[in-house]
T-cell receptor, first 113, second 114 residues
Framework: GNSVTQMEGPVTLSEEAFLTINCTYTATGYPSLFWYVQYPGEGLQLLLKATKADDKGSNKGFEATYRKETTSFHLEKGSVQVSDSAVYFC????????????FGSGTRLSIRP | GAVVSQHPSRVICKSGTSVKIECRSLDFQATTMFWYRQFPKQSLMLMATSNEGSKATYEQGVEKDKFLINHASLTLSTLTVTSAHPEDSSFYICSEKGAGTEAFFGQGTRLTVV
């Protein structure tokens, strides 16, 4: 079946540190991959996405590359800010409006000033 | 702007009462909506897939008589938590997908049953 395995948190970093949150997936077919961010008490917001192998999604300084050979979609940011503190979810779905989204367990990120 | 509007954002109810949560599609007509539940510091658990004009499809372990889903129009899906108990307290989120793969989420509803 389809699944997402995500690096467990919490992750605590100092401001301006480099961030990596690992994500690997198992899927039949050709999934689209996503990173969602959830700020305290809020719903989910799409952070970035990639729909095919070797695509790189990027937004707000965050990047992730769809690696089919390693079935990975690791999230990176060169210099984190306090405002990046949130929970990050890696997710996948197949190409269909009726296909459900499968989420990883989420990684809580805290950035120290 | 928001694509999906979920209401209410917070609700406190007494044990034994029912609570209705609405999820509206603002920008397009959604034939399929998804309802998730999130426990504190945990991931999202898919509860059911709501199909316009037909019965919802529930995930294994989710009580369909407890969590009533209605998707009577292309722009509105509702989740009713019936005879709520404290263990039903949670964060509920709805979602819809466009024609492709991107999903849009509501703001979430924090339900507290006292």
């Amino acid at each position: 079946g389809n699944s997402v395995t995500q690096m467990e948190g919490p992750v605590t970093l100092s401001e301006e540190a480099f961030l990596t949150i690992n994500c690997t997936y198992t899927a039949t077919g050709y999934p689209s991959l996503f990173w969602y961010v959830q700020y305290p008490g809020e719903g989910l917001q799409l952070l970035l996405k990639a729909t095919k192998a070797d695509d790189k999604g990027s937004n707000k300084g965050f990047e992730a590359t769809y690696r089919k050979e390693t079935t990975s979609f690791h999230l990176e940011k060169g210099s984190v800010q306090v405002s990046d503190s949130a929970v990050y979810f890696c997710a996948l779905t197949l190409y269909s409006s009726a296909s459900k989204i499968i989420f990883g367990s989420g990684t809580r990120l805290s950035i120290r000033p | 702007g928001a694509v999906v509007s979920q209401h209410p954002s917070r609700v406190i109810c007494k044990s034994g009462t029912s609570v209705k949560i609405e999820c509206r599609s603002l920008d397009f007509q959604a034939t399929t909506m998804f309802w998730y539940r999130q426990f504190p510091k945990q991931s999202l658990m898919l509860m059911a897939t709501s199909n316009e004009g037909s019965k919802a499809t529930y995930e294994q372990g989710v009580e369909k008589d407890k969590f009533l889903i209605n998707h009577a129009s292309l722009t509105l899906s509702t989740l009713t938590v019936t005879s709520a108990h404290p263990e039903d307290s949670s964060f509920y989120i709805c979602s819809e997908k466009g024609a492709g793969t991107e999903a849009f989420f509501g703001q979430g509803t924090r339900l507290t049953v006292v």
